[in-house]
C-alpha cells in the first residue's frame, strides 16, 4: 500500500531525529576520545554553526532555485554523509575542523527544507505538523537508548558510523520517497529576487524580535548538546545512562508534541503564551543544572526538556509562519534555524568550551542568562504582536 504523505514526512524525520540522536549527545565523546580539548570540541562544533550565518542564506536560495523541494534534501544529505565519513578516515585538528563543517553543514541545512515541505503538506491535507515531527523525537529517543549500549559494548567510533548511515537513509528516502511538492506555484523566481525577499524579511522588526526570541532560548541548549555527556561522565554516570536521561528527555518532548499541543491548539491557545513559558522553565532548567545536581534530581530537569525545547520550537515555527509573506516561507524558517541553530547557537558552543574546561558543570549559568535575554524578547514582541494583529484586523486607514 502506497504511504501517504504524512507517512512519508514521518519517515524522513525518524531518519533525521535518529541520526541527530547519535550527534548531538555523542559527538563530544567521540571528539573527546581523538584527543581534543574542551575549547577544541567547541570550536569543531560551532564552527559550522556560525558557519550558517552565511551558508544558511545561500543553502536557502540555492534550494529554492529546484523544481521540487525534496531534491535539494536528498542532495545535502548525501554531502552530509560523505563529509562525515571523511571525518572519520581523517587525523589532525584542521581535517576534522573542515570534514566536520562539512558534514554538520549539510545535516543542518535539511531541517528547515524538510520543515517548510511538511507545513505545506499539512496545511493543504489537514493534518498537524507536530505528529509527523513526533516521530523523529520518538526516533530520538530510540537511538539514544541504543547507542548508549552500543558505545559500553564498542567504542567511540560507532558514533561517527551512525551519523552516516542516517545521513544516506536521509538522501534515499528524500529521492525515493519524500512527495514531489513543488517549491513554487508558478515558474521559479530568479535567484537574485530570492536574495532580495530575504532582505525584505530582515527589515521587519516585528519578526527580527521573534527570531530573537526563538533563537536565545533555543541556543542556551548549546552547552547541554556539546558538554552534558561529559560533565555527567565525570559524575561517574555511565554512557548507557546518558543516552537514558537524553531519552527521558525526549520522551517528555514528544507527550507535549502529540498530546499537550494539540490541546493547546483546541482551546485557542497562541504561540506567544507558549514561547513565554518555554523561555522561563529555560532559566529554571540550566540555571539549576548549573549546580551539578546528583541523578535523581536530573530526572525531572530533563523533563523541563518539553518546554525549553518542543514549546519553544512549535511555537516559533508558528509565529514564522504567521509573520512571514506566504512566498518568503522557506527563507523564513531557514532565518529562524541560521539564528537559533546556527549563529547564536553556534557563539554559545564556542563558548561553552572554555566555560566548561573552567567552571565545569557552572558553564550551564552562561546559558540561563541566555535564556533570560531570550524571556526579555518574548515580553517585548508582545505588544508588538498586538500592534500587528490590530493593524491587519482594521487596516492602514484605521477600518476594516
Not at 541527530?20 to 564552527?47: F, K, N
Amino acid at each position: 500500500m502506497e504511504l501517504g504523505s504524512r507517512s512519508r514526512a514521518a519517515l524522513q524525520y525518524v531518519l533525521m531525529f535518529g541520526g541527530l540522536g547519535v550527534s548531538l549527545p555523542y559527538a563530544g565523546l567521540w571528539m573527546r576520545a581523538q584527543g581534543l580539548s574542551g575549547a577544541e570540541i567547541g570550536v569543531l562544533l560551532a564552527a559550522p554553526m556560525l558557519g550558517r550565518l552565511i551558508t544558511g542564506p545561500a543553502l536557502a536560495v540555492w534550494a529554492d532555485g529546484f523544481r521540487y523541494r525534496r531534491t535539494p534534501i536528498a542532495l545535502l544529505a548525501a554531502l552530509a554523509g560523505l563529509g562525515y565519513g571523511a571525518a572519520g578516515l581523517s587525523e589532525g585538528f584542521a581535517a576534522w575542523a573542515v570534514c566536520w563543517f562539512i558534514g554538520a553543514t549539510g545535516a543542518a541545512a535539511i531541517i528547515p527544507l524538510t520543515d517548510v515541505l511538511t507545513l505545506r503538506l499539512a496545511r493543504r491535507e489537514g493534518f498537524s505538523f507536530a505528529v509527523p515531527r513526533g516521530f523523529g523525537s520518538a526516533a530520538f529517543v530510540a537511538t539514544n537508548i541504543a547507542v548508549g549500549f552500543v558505545l559500553r559494548a564498542t567504542g567511540p567510533e560507532a558514533v561517527i558510523v551512525g551519523v552516516i548511515l542516517a545521513c544516506l537513509g536521509i538522501a534515499v528516502v528524500a529521492w525515493r520517497v519524500l512527495p514531489a511538492e513543488p517549491v513554487h506555484d508558478g515558474p521559479p523566481i530568479p535567484g537574485w529576487d530570492r536574495f532580495r525577499g530575504m532582505g525584505r524579511l530582515l527589515k521587519d522588526p516585528v519578526l527580527v524580535t521573534a527570531l530573537v526570541a526563538i533563537g536565545a532560548v533555543q541556543a542556551a541548549h548549546a552547552f547541554y548538546y556539546g558538554f552534558s555527556a561529559i560533565v555527567w561522565r565525570g559524575q561517574g554516570i555511565e554512557p548507557h545512562l546518558t543516552g537514558l536521561l537524553w531519552a527521558f528527555a525526549v520522551a517528555a518532548e514528544i507527550g507535549f508534541m502529540w498530546i499537550v499541543d494539540p490541546w493547546r491548539r483546541r482551546r485557542g491557545i497562541g504561540a506567544w503564551p507558549l514561547l513565554a513559558l518555554a523561555a522561563a522553565a529555560a532559566v529554571l532548567r540550566w540555571g539549576l543544572m548549573a549546580a551539578a545536581p546528583p541523578l535523581w534530581i536530573l530526572w525531572p530537569l530533563q523533563a523541563l526538556h518539553a518546554l525549553s525545547f518542543a514549546a519553544s520550537y512549535l511555537a516559533g515555527i508558528e509565529l514564522i509562519e504567521r509573520l512571514a509573506p506566504r512566498d518568503s516561507q522557506t527563507a523564513a524558517q531557514t532565518l529562524s534555524s541560521t539564528l537559533s541553530a546556527g549563529v547564536l547557537i553556534g557563539l554559545a558552543t564556542l563558548a561553552s568550551g572554555p566555560l566548561y574546561d573552567a567552571y565545569g558543570a557552572g558553564g550551564y549559568l552562561a546559558m540561563a542568562g541566555l535564556a533570560g535575554l531570550g524571556l526579555i524578547a518574548v515580553m517585548a514582541l508582545k505588544p508588538m504582536l498586538v500592534a500587528r494583529a490590530r493593524f491587519e484586523a482594521t487596516g492602514p486607514y484605521g477600518r476594516p
